[in-house]
């Protein structure tokens, strides 16, 4: 079995498909054990994780984005079982990874106002960092700070919400992006 958006590896022409959200993306995928911080070997050989505090618990309660991903990863069980259950679904119908990667490429790349609401403020732990996805300040306060602007862009890690939240306009937010990473 084959789960592939992309692969590198194999494919010296792939793209990464998720660029733009990798965020968003990697926040639909959190597990709940917390981030590692390094590997030891036990006495008996076998090589365990040492993770840090889990960052999506506060005070022992999960947090917003928490239950947020528990019922999108929830959902994502119940799809499995119920193709598995339905003979047609499993056995007739073939399913690609671009099929099954449309939700959530319609959320990272033409997010709507009830995408932005749910995920622009989700946390986002990296590198020591607690960046939020997609909150850019007021267009007006980059007008007058617009190395701050950079700065903020730079740090978030959905691209395209930023922009969309920022600017409110139904603009094609994915080629503006794709013609920024020109400029590298």
Request: proline share 4%; charged share 30%; hydrophobic share 35%.
């Amino acid at each position: 079995m084959k789960g592939y958006l992309f692969d590198f590896k194999n494919d010296s022409n792939a793209i990464d498909k998720r660029s733009s959200f990798v965020g968003l993306f990697e926040s639909l995928f959190l597990e709940q054990a917390g981030s590692v911080e390094n590997y030891k070997r036990e006495s008996n050989g076998k090589v365990v994780s040492n993770r840090y505090p889990y960052e999506y618990l506060d005070n022992n309660k999960p947090t917003f984005e928490l239950i947020s991903v528990k019922k999108i990863q929830k959902g994502a069980i119940d799809f499995i079982k119920d193709v598995q259950r339905d003979f047609v679904l499993s056995n007739v119908l073939k399913f690609d990874s671009d099929e099954l990667y449309q939700g959530i490429e319609q959320t990272g790349m033409q997010p709507n106002k009830e995408d932005l609401n749910l995920f622009a403020n989700f946390h986002f732990y990296d590198e020591g960092r607690d960046d939020r996805l997609a909150a850019p300040a007021g267009l007006f306060s980059y007008i007058e700070h617009p190395k701050k602007l950079k700065e903020d862009f730079l740090v978030s890690r959905w691209k395209i919400g930023f922009m969309k939240k920022m600017l409110k306009l139904p603009l094609p937010y994915q080629k503006m992006y794709e013609q920024m990473r020109k400029l590298k």
